[in-house]
T-cell receptor, first 112, second 112 residues
Framework: NAGVTQTPKFRVLKTGQSMTLLCAQDMNHEYMYWYRQDPGMGLRLIHYSVGEGTTAKGEVPDGYNVSRLKKQNFLLGLESAAPSQTSVYFC???????????FGSGTRLTVV | DAKTTQPNSMESNEEEPVHLPCNHSTISGTDYIHWYRQLPSQGPEYVIHGLTSNVNNRMASLAIAEDRKSSTLILHRATLRDAAVYYCILRGGGTSYGKLTFGQGTILTVHP
């Protein structure tokens, strides 16, 4: 099983550019999440989804949008990238709202 | 927000048991205790989780104090592959849905 796959793995953006990060899971999980990991700050929840067609805001949603048109995919969009969005982004999924999370390998994004 | 406290580092010898402690004195009644581990440039890997009772799986055991203010991750026979940063995480429920409150993590070194 592939588990959770994130694309791309690395990206450099210029300030003001837009991009979409793709997360795909093949485990039939209902719940999907986008986090960012910054030094000394652990993982912070950006947005999450409790099922196909649903999305909700997490702790740090500003500057990001998400969509879950298909159960297996969860897209994270940056409409106008800012240097403060330089981070490592992790997608995760879980079968239930109480179970363990399966994480992807991350996307390292640098905004210059 | 509920926080966790872990030792910065621990060392073990291969094939010996390892007990990784975590304090979470401000845990709320809806918080699940999750443990993840992370290698450099990789996403967190789920290890185990629990709410009130001790838990066992193929990777480890989780011992939760009766007052839930502390827990211990037990690796029964450490291997070199277990060397990683271990995070004790409180997984929020209720209005804190999906929120992962990270401790600073424990760097586990396993000696051959």
């Amino acid at each position: 099983n592939a588990g959770v796959t994130q694309t791309p793995k690395f990206r450099v953006l210029k300030t003001g550019q837009s991009m979409t990060l793709l997360c795909a899971q093949d485990m039939n999980h209902e719940y999907m999440y986008w986090y960012r990991q910054d030094p000394g700050m652990g993982l912070r929840l950006i947005h999450y989804s409790v099922g196909e067609g649903t999305t909700a805001k997490g702790e740090v949603p500003d500057g990001y949008n998400v969509s879950r048109l298909k159960k297996q995919n969860f897209l994270l969009g940056l409409e106008s990238a800012a240097p403060s969005q330089t981070s490592v982004y992790f997608c995760a999924s879980s079968y239930t709202d109480r179970g363990g999370y399966t994480f992807g390998s991350g996307t390292r994004l640098t905004v210059v | 927000d509920a926080k966790t406290t872990q030792p910065n580092s621990m060392e073990s010898n291969e094939e010996e048991p390892v007990h990784l402690p975590c304090n979470h004195s401000t845990i709320s009644g809806t918080d699940y205790i999750h443990w993840y581990r992370q290698l450099p440039s990789q996403g967190p890997e789920y290890v185990i989780h629990g709410l009130t009772s001790n838990v066992n799986n193929r990777m480890a055991s989780l011992a939760i104090a009766e007052d839930r203010k502390s827990s211990t991750l037990i690796l029964h026979r450490a291997t070199l592959r277990d060397a990683a940063v271990y995070y004790c995480i409180l997984r929020g429920g209720g209005t804190s849905y999906g929120k992962l409150t990270f401790g600073q993590g424990t760097i586990l070194t396993v000696h051959p």
